[in-house]
């Protein structure tokens, strides 16, 4: 098992026990909503083909809940300043890491913030579990089909762990 946890402050943010491509600059966890019931999980699969849901029980994203990711929010320009102060520590990393795949980052990080910034009202935003304003921010969206959703994580912003 892969586990995928923030390179600047080390929050878990996703594994690889749920379906992970890369896109670029990014990876791209597809996730669904599951039935809680008091914070405790009750269908972490997120099968629920045999289960009523639970009175009491709540719906949450099924990565959010097993990373513990905590939503925040962001207007277009707070989320331009923020953007810009974590890109320039993900390349501070990658110059003292990986200098050979610097320009390669700038270039496939500029395309997906140019590409977030386009359709910005499309995501919900979440950090991870220390809610570390330095962190990585991970975006939350729809596939074309309107109702599965995936979160999108900077790529260059994770460390990957064998577990």
Do not use: W
């Amino acid at each position: 098992m892969l586990l995928y946890t923030d390179t600047i402050n080390g929050d878990e943010l996703f594994s690889d026990a749920f379906p992970v491509k890369e896109a670029g600059a990014a990876y791209e966890v597809d996730c669904q909503m599951i039935q809680v019931k008091s914070g405790v999980d009750v269908d972490i699969a997120g099968d629920g083909q045999d289960e009523e849901p639970d009175e009491g029980a709540s719906t949450a994203n099924n990565v959010v809940v097993s990373f513990q990711l905590q939503q925040t929010s962001f207007d277009k320009k707070s989320y331009m300043t923020h953007i810009k102060g974590y890109m320039k520590a993900l390349e501070a990393k990658l110059r003292d890491t990986d200098p050979a795949r610097l320009n390669s980052f700038k270039e496939e990080a500029g395309a997906l913030v140019k590409a977030i910034l386009g359709d910005f009202e499309k995501y919900e935003f979440y950090t991870g579990q220390s809610m570390d304003p330095d962190g990585m921010v991970a975006l939350l969206s729809y596939r074309a089909d309107g109702t599965t959703p995936y979160f999108t994580f900077f790529k260059d912003g994770t460390k990957v762990q064998k577990l």
